[in-house]
């Protein structure tokens, strides 16, 4: 393979999981705060498909501001968790930069931009969205679990105007730290962005912060279909 991974600093640390084939489709996934690439390598691994790749790249450590100002791995600042909280513009917006530096060492390596789909839990599925609505390039889609939009009062001016991505949105209905209704208001919000044909939104029952397996299986369902072999 070429190209040199330390020129992407996400990507020199990132756990990746290789295809079991000639790799031609990548997901980049993103974990939520606190967590590590590795809290989902698992997980991922469970629903791996031989041609696909699959990256997780760690957060840097940060100030979090939601939790009295501690360091832990965070993708942007969390200044609260309900839609109309004040957010950390600067720092989403850096952080999609980054993301998007992993999307085009992957087209430089001969995956193209319509083989690669980003995902993520929680901050790591809001920043997902957020990458692929201003992305240059029109991904494969995007898997967002129980998550949000980050800016949303910056769409869809702020969009890079791909109205064809698939979008998996899946949330638990008893989700406490960000409510289903969360999700349901991002979905709604995400018609306005893409075509609404698009937008999938699954609710899981009984359901908290976190996956299940049926949750997964979609996972994979919604992979397969837009990243077949080829």
């Known amino acids: 393979m070429c190209g040199n991974n330390m020129s992407v600093p996400l990507l020199a640390e990132a ?11 990548a997901v980049i996934f993103l974990h939520g705060l606190g967590d590590s690439g ?31 100002k501690s360091m832990m791995p965070a993708w942007f600042d969390l200044m609260g968790l309900s839609p109309d909280c004040q957010e ?12 998007k530096a992993i999307i085009e060492h992957e087209v430089k390596n001969g995956i193209p931009p319509h083989r690669i789909m980003l995902g993520g839990f929680s901050q790591g599925g809001a920043l997902s969205l957020y990458t692929a609505l201003t992305c240059q390039h029109q991904l494969a889609g995007v898997v967002a679990l129980s998550c949000w939009l980050p800016l ?25 730290m960000i409510p289903a209704h969360f999700g349901a208001m991002t979905a709604e919000k995400l018609k306005f962005i893409v075509d609404p044909q698009m937008i999938t939104f699954k609710t899981y029952p009984g359901l908290p912060h976190s996956s ?6 979609a996972v994979k369902e919604f992979i397969e279909k837009y990243l077949p072999r080829i």
């Open 212 to 217: 299940c397996p049926q949750e997964m299986a």
């Open 152 to 176: 949303h009062r910056s769409f869809p001016s702020a969009s890079s105007g791909h109205k064809n991505i698939p979008i998996l949105q899946c949330h638990g209905e008893m989700d406490a």
């Open 38 to 68: 590795h809290g989902w390598a698992d997980t991922l691994t469970g629903i791996q498909l031989p041609h696909v790749k699959f990256i997780c790249p760690h957060a840097p450590p940060i100030p979090v501001t939601l939790n009295m």
């Open 88 to 99: 950390d513009e600067s720092g989403i917006k850096k952080a999609a930069d980054s993301i």
């Open 15 to 25: 756990v990746t999981i290789s295809g079991m084939e000639k790799e031609t489709a």
